[in-house]
C-alpha cells in the first residue's frame, strides 16, 4: 500500500476489487432489497384493509393453505403477501450458502447471513401473532420494527461484502472525527426515534387493516406533535453534520452518506406534512412507508460510514486532504 510524505497510508482508488465474489455481493444486495419491499407490500395489505385477508394462521383459513374464491381480492392481498416470505427466504439461504466457504475467514458475513435468516421466522411467528390478534395495533408495530432492524442488518451487510482485500488488511481511524461522530450517533437515534413513534401515529389513525381492528387510543393530533420534534431535532442535527462535512475536502464516502440521508428526511417531511394536511390519503401512506425504510436504510449506511474502520470503496483524494472531520 502506497504512503504519503508523512508516512500515513494513502487512500486507494475506487478500482480495488471486493473480495467477495459477485453472488455475494447480488445477494446482499436482494437482501436489502427484498427487505423493504415486503415492507412495502405489507403496508398494501393493511392499506387495503386486507389485515384478515386470511383470517387463520399459518393456513389461510381453516380449511386452506391458499386463499379461496369466497375471500375476494382481500385474500388474495394477503396471501400474496405471505408469498413474499418465501422469496425472501430463498434469498437468505441463498446468501448464508454463499458464503459457507468463507465463514472462517468472513465470520462478520456469515453472522450477519444467520441474522437475517432467523428474522424471517420470527417476523412469521409475529405475523401469526398479529393476526390471531385481530390486528393488535402493538403487535402491527413491532411487526413493522422488527423489519427495520433487519434492513439496517442489510445495509452492513451489502458494505461488509464490498470490502476489498485491501480494506480487509487495514483498520483505519473513523472517517468521522471526533466532533462529527457524536452528530452522527445521534442521527441514528433521533432516526430511531422518529421511525418508532411513527408507528405509534400509525397505530391510533384510521389506517387499520380491517374496518373492525381495534387502535391503541391514542390521540392522533397529539401523537403527529410528539412524532415531528424528533424530525426538528433530525433535521438541525443534519445541517451541522452537513457544515462540518462540507467545510473542507473529506471523504467523499463520507459525504454522500450524510448528504444521502438528508434528501431522505426532506423528503420524507415533505410527504408527512402533506399526507397529514389531505387526511391520510392512502397513497401517500404508502409512500411514507417506503420513505420510513429508505430513512432507515440511509441513517444506518451514515452510521457506519461514520463509525467503522473498514469501509468499502476509496477516495481519490490525497490522505492528507481526506482526514476525518474533526
Known amino acids: 500500500m ?12 475506487n478500482s480495488r476489487q471486493p473480495a467477495t465474489g459477485r453472488l455475494i455481493r447480488s445477494l446482499a444486495v436482494a437482501s436489502l432489497v427484498a427487505n423493504i419491499v415486503i415492507v412495502v407490500t405489507g403496508g398494501a395489505v393493511r392499506l387495503t384493509a386486507s389485515g384478515l385477508g386470511c383470517p ?15 375471500m375476494g381480492v382481500h385474500g388474495i392481498i394477503e396471501f400474496g403477501n405471505r408469498l413474499l416470505t418465501f422469496v425472501l427466504t430463498a434469498i437468505a439461504f441463498a446468501t448464508l450458502f454463499s458464503v459457507w466457504r468463507l465463514r472462517a475467514e468472513r465470520r462478520d458475513l456469515w453472522w450477519l447471513s444467520i441474522g437475517l435468516l432467523a428474522g424471517i421466522p420470527a417476523q412469521a411467528v409475529i405475523g401469526g401473532i398479529t393476526v390471531l390478534t385481530g390486528l393488535n395495533p402493538w403487535v402491527v408495530g413491532l411487526h413493522f420494527i422488527v423489519s427495520m432492524l433487519l434492513i439496517v442488518a442489510a445495509v452492513v451487510l451489502v458494505n461488509r461484502a464490498w470490502l476489498s482485500p485491501e480494506d480487509l488488511a487495514v483498520r483505519h481511524a473513523p472517517l468521522a472525527g471526533r466532533t462529527l461522530r457524536p452528530l452522527l450517533g445521534a442521527v441514528g437515534v433521533l432516526a430511531a426515534i422518529t421511525v418508532v413513534l411513527g408507528v405509534v401515529v400509525t397505530g391510533s389513525g384510521p389506517h387499520a387493516g380491517d374496518h373492525g381492528a381495534a387502535r391503541n387510543g391514542l390521540n392522533p393530533d397529539l401523537m403527529t406533535r410528539i412524532h415531528v420534534v424528533p424530525v426538528y431535532l433530525l433535521v438541525f442535527t443534519l445541517a451541522v453534520a452537513l457544515y462540518l462535512v462540507f467545510r473542507r475536502v473529506t471523504d467523499a464516502r463520507l459525504r454522500n452518506a450524510v448528504v444521502l440521508v438528508t434528501v431522505v428526511v426532506l423528503a420524507q417531511a415533505v410527504i408527512g406534512y402533506v399526507q397529514h394536511f389531505l387526511h391520510l390519503p392512502i397513497a401517500l401512506v404508502a409512500l411514507h412507508m417506503l420513505g420510513a425504510c429508505l430513512l432507515t436504510a440511509a441513517a444506518a449506511q451514515a452510521v457506519f460510514v461514520g463509525f467503522a474502520r473498514q469501509v468499502p470503496g476509496g477516495d481519490t483524494v490525497p490522505a492528507a486532504a481526506a482526514a476525518p472531520v474533526d
Open 2 to 13: 502506497s504512503q504519503t510524505s508523512a508516512g500515513v497510508p494513502a487512500r486507494q482508488s
Open 56 to 70: 387463520e394462521w399459518p393456513l389461510c383459513t381453516a380449511d386452506s393453505l391458499v386463499t379461496t374464491p369466497e
